[in-house]
């Protein structure tokens, strides 16, 4: 899709020798539209996402300025999202397969190329869901297991075997591979896309409402039902009210054996407790001042995750386009609220009773 670049953001950076294309964030700035220092992190995504699919029609140039403006006070309004890539896991993923594969029948029947459907953006199904455990507590159950869990669904995995050579932009991850939410974080998402000769950041919706596990690589990610995950899969966009963001600007350090999942886990449940939309806030450097070890373990350092797993050369290109972007730039504060929580009180074990205490 050529975007209509009404405001001049199309543009090119540089990463290891090689040209992209982009489009600049830093372009709404000039044209007066936005204030980038003030927009938090997952705005400039949708907004970025909005620039590059403007089409004067699921894409207008008043949606970009309304996202632009980044008004909280504001009445929502509906804008038209497009996803970079789809996360199946395979009691919902299967089915979408196995629509693709009917689209092909029809077309077949209708003496058109059958080749013609395909996923319109890259996808990825994780078989997980249904995977059972026979045997355990063994050193060899794990590979126990995944050859009964074979032997048991040969005509399924068949199927995605077939399905994986004959479709473009399909992958699929064999059951004995880990959870479909520890594959995206470890080895599925780019962080950014570097594909025919453009650079665009990475989202995603998938079919589980734990998919927002991969917005702790900075990747903004959507848990969805199955069919609104065909539709992106096939091309269309996902129709949404522009998100409310809530801003934790959290002090001190974390008491030994708190997990910064522990941390996630306190702020959702302060935040569900103290904060609504009404009192929405610009994203602040979350987790600023707590020791970054203690952090590793949820990705929130994204960019040392893409290194240690060995993609090195993609770095770059994600470094040198985060930075054309200033997507590391924000001011102070200006929270409609202003609230205080000792979060060190329920730091611990999420089922610490005084989470319970909280929760209810």
């Not at 540089?14 to 982009?22: C, F, L, N, S, V």
């Not at 297991?145 to 074979?150: H, Q, T």
Request: hydrophobic share 40%; with cysteine.
């Amino acid at each position: 899709m050529t975007s209509q670049n009404s405001f001049a953001s199309a543009g090119q950076l540089t990463a290891e020798g090689r040209k992209y294309e982009i489009f600049r964030l830093a372009a709404l700035e000039k044209a007066g539209v936005a204030k980038l220092s003030r927009i938090p992190y997952s705005i400039k995504i949708l907004l970025e996402n909005l620039l590059r699919f403007e089409d004067g029609v699921t894409v207008k140039r008043a949606d970009i300025e309304y996202v632009a403006a980044w008004d909280v006070a504001a009445p929502a309004r509906e804008i038209n999202f497009r996803p970079a890539r789809v996360l199946l896991q395979d009691f919902t993923g299967v089915p979408c397969v196995v629509d693709l594969a009917a689209m092909r029948d029809a077309l077949a029947k209708m003496g058109a190329d059958p080749k013609k459907a395909n996923p319109l953006i890259p996808v990825d199904l994780v078989i997980d869901h249904s995977v059972q455990v026979d045997q355990y507590g063994t050193k060899d159950a794990f590979a126990a297991n995944a050859l009964i869990e074979y032997q048991r669904n040969r005509e399924r995995y068949a199927f995605l075997r077939w399905g994986q050579s004959a479709f473009q932009d399909f992958r699929a991850v064999p059951p004995d591979t880990g959870i479909v939410h520890q594959v995206n974080l470890e080895y599925l998402a780019p962080v950014v896309f570097n594909k025919d000769g453009a650079a665009y950041p990475d989202t995603v919706v998938g079919t589980d409402s734990h998919t927002t596990m991969i917005n702790g690589l900075g990747v903004v990610g959507w848990g969805v039902g199955g069919i609104e995950a065909e539709a992106c899969m096939l091309g269309q966009p996902a129709t949404m009210l522009l998100p409310a963001v809530v801003g934790f600007k959290l002090h001190g350090k974390m008491p030994e054996g708190a997990t910064a999942q522990s941390t996630g886990e306190n702020v959702y449940v302060v935040s569900h407790i103290d904060v609504t939309p009404d009192h929405s806030a610009e994203t602040a450097k979350l987790l600023k001042g707590f020791a970054a070890d203690s952090l590793k373990d949820s990705g929130v350092v994204r960019f040392e995750v893409m290194v240690q797993d060995g993609r090195t050369n993609h770095f770059t290109v994600v470094e040198v386009w985060r930075n054309r972007q200033a997507f590391e730039a924000h001011s102070a504060l200006d929270h409609t609220k202003k609230f205080r929580e000792q979060m060190h009180s329920y730091l611990g074990s999420p089922y610490d009773e005084r989470l319970h205490t909280l929760v209810l």
